[in-house]
């Protein structure tokens, strides 16, 4: 806990498991283990981290546990432990896990989860389950009379606890790999998806923009692919399902953008679903960009998209050649006639000024229900 | 005397075009791609104008601004970016920047905005005045100074008009008002946005008003 088990297994050279099992057992008699354990930590014996860990050699820690071993029997001589069966019990126990589970030295739990651990020593193995069944069976048979447990609840509860400390280690590795696995395929999907993305868009962009010596398109082409990469990266997708207009809007302009080598600037305040009127709105509004975007010979078109007070507005704007509303050509007349007659089908309005030398703005309005 | 220049972006290529772009008609005394360079040499250019790119390593162009103006107050920005961001876009007009433009903006646009920037005015795109628009719109509770927390019908008019793609003149035109009045407006917005308490401000870009 305090790191006092690890800083006296460093200086012993024997594993904390071991170490942490000592105190375990001490602390049976009289709490002895925790009142060493608690003097060791305020005298800091744990501050030893400079000391490289050297492992005892196999006759050192043998000496040691039979040290071990005659203190407590020392002090069982004497009559100093409230049970001699707990004491037993709970060290067997102790010590059994520690050798089957210990880092250090991996023992059989440690093999079993990870085959690249070399197999453990079949000595320690036997010695370990040894002491764990030992210990169950000094447990069962000291504490099942006295609590008149019968003997087959007490059966299934100390195989309970076996197999929960057998296989626990195992079972949470388990879980964890995975968890990492189903982690890593996901990261991996979303990999493919975006090189699909990249490639689909930028790579195609960029290829293009090689092979193009005309800088005005070259211009169009990363002005189109970098708004395109920003929706994308920075999800002006669609929200919660719900198809926006601005969203929409936004593509429109791009397409047309591309399509007739015009910048469109976008501006949006506020925003609105995606339904059958404001499709009538998207509609004409795209209208009104291409028309400006092919007629008006203007370097660039301004949309401003604005929901407010229960109605949306558009305004397409350019800065163009204008054109005398009283004198348009036919095949102009019939586009402006169209989104005039789009927005009004939905209950819109749509008015169109220019003059010439000044530029056109079209100006299309969509009530809807505020909420 | 030509306009002193300095400029600020971690992209060299852009710095190098805006560069040549500008060097005709200003005097560029400098240029740096990191913060803390870029920090060091205002202070001792004391430039008239800063270009500066909104994201940079290092705390990008906030950074810069909030760095100089402890001790170069005169030093004025104009924030110049690609990002769409609004949050990032606000806390620069916030920080004391007078002004953003996007990276598309056309060469003489550029030059024309450096020179108001450098006269005290206010430079506001399509996109910032959108941005602002959104920031101050719906009704909102004002605490203590309410008249820093709403725009005024008329500040809203010049905005959208500059939202719609309009030039200052143009503004002026169709408002029936000078050119001097737009600005004056514009500068006022610009007081408003660096002033208010509004603490939506910061957070409003999050969430999208959809109404």
């Known amino acids: 806990m305090a790191g006092v ?5 460093d200086a012993l ?10 105190f375990v057992t001490l602390s049976t008699v009289w709490g002895l283990g925790v009142l060493i354990y608690f003097g060791m930590w305020l005298m800091e014996l744990d501050r030893v981290e400079d000391v490289e860990p050297e492992p005892a050699a196999p006759h050192q820690a043998l000496g040691l546990g039979v040290a071990f071993a005659g203190l407590l029997l020392l002090l069982g001589a004497f009559g100093w432990w409230p049970s001699s069966a707990l004491v037993l019990t709970v060290g067997a126990l102790a010590f059994g896990t520690a050798a089957l589970t210990d880092r250090n030295m991996p023992g059989p739990l440690a093999a079993l989860v990870d085959p690249t651990v070399e ?30 447990i019968g003997p087959v609840l007490l059966a299934v509860a100390l195989t309970g ?15 964890r790999d995975l968890s990492t696995e189903r982690r890593e395929r996901i990261r991996q999907e979303e990999r493919a998806e975006m090189a699909a993305h990249l490639h689909d868009s930028v790579l195609q962009t960029l290829a293009l923009i090689q092979r193009s010596d005309d800088p005005a398109r070259m211009s169009i082409l990363a002005r189109h692919q970098e708004s395109e990469l920003r929706d ?47 499709r009538a709105l998207l509609g004409a509004a795209s209208e009104a960009m291409v028309n400006a975007a092919k007629h008006s010979a203007a370097g660039r078109v301004s949309l401003y998209f604005e929901a407010e007070n229960g109605e949306l507005v ?58 | 005397m030509s306009i002193k220049v300095y400029l600020v972006d971690d992209h060299r290529l852009f710095l190098a075009g805006v560069r040549a772009e500008l060097s005709e008609e200003f005097s560029i005394v400098g240029s740096a791609h990191d913060v803390d360079t870029a920090i060091e040499e205002i202070r001792g250019f004391a430039p008239d104008v800063v270009l500066v790119d909104v994201h940079m390593p290092d705390g990008g162009g906030i950074a810069v601004v909030e760095g100089v103006a402890e001790t170069t107050p005169d030093v004025k920005f104009l924030a110049l970016s690609v990002s769409d961001q609004a949050e990032d876009v606000i806390a620069m007009i916030r920080a004391g ?53 709403q725009l005024t019908t008329r500040e809203k008019d010049v ?29 006022s917005v610009l007081r408003k946005l660096q002033l208010t308490n509004r603490h939506e401000l910061a957070r409003w870009a999050s969430k999208r008003r959809i109404v």
Not at chain 1, 125 to 135: A, F, H, S, T
Not at chain 1, 326 to 351: F, N
Not at chain 2, 127 to 135: P, Q, Y
């Open chain 1, 314 to 371: 558009v305004y397409v704007t350019d800065q163009g050649k204008g054109f005398e509303p009283g004198d348009v050509a036919d095949d102009r007349r019939g586009i402006r006639e169209s989104i005039k007659a789009r927005v009004e089908r939905a209950g819109g309005a749509a008015a169109i000024e220019s003059e010439p030398g000044e530029g056109t703005e079209v100006v299309l309005r969509m009530p809807v229900s505020a909420g």
């Open chain 1, 13 to 22: 050279g024997v594993s904390d498991g071991f170490v942490r099992a000592a």
């Open chain 1, 119 to 148: 197999r453990p020593g079949r000595l320690r193995m036997l010695v370990g389950i040894g002491l764990l069944i030992g210990g169950l069976a000094v447990f069962a048979a000291n504490v099942g009379p006295i609590y008149e």
């Open chain 2, 159 to 187: 905005l959208r008009l500059i939202a719609r793609g309009f030039a200052y003149k143009q503004v002026a035109r169709k408002l029936n008002i000078s050119i001097k009045t737009v600005e004056t407006h514009v500068s």
């Open chain 1, 232 to 278: 994308w990266l920075y999800g002006n997708a669609p929200l919660d399902g719900v198809d926006l207009l601005s969203t929409a809007l936004r593509e429109a302009a791009r397409r047309i953008e591309a399509d007739h080598q015009v910048p469109i600037e976008v501006v949006v305040v506020g925003d609105h679903p995606l339904n059958e009127t404001t």
């Open chain 2, 97 to 149: 920047a007078r002004g953003y433009v996007t990276k598309t903006i056309e060469p003489a646009d550029l030059a024309d905005a450096v020179r108001r920037i450098d006269a005290g005015d206010a430079v506001f795109s399509p996109r910032l005045a959108g941005f602002v628009l959104d920031a101050f719109a719906g009704a909102m509770p004002s605490d203590d100074d309410p008249e820093l927390d």
């Open chain 1, 161 to 175: 606890i076996g197999i929960l400390v057998a296989f626990g280690p195992w079972v949470t590795r388990l879980a």
């Open chain 1, 5 to 9: 088990a690890g800083g006296l297994a």
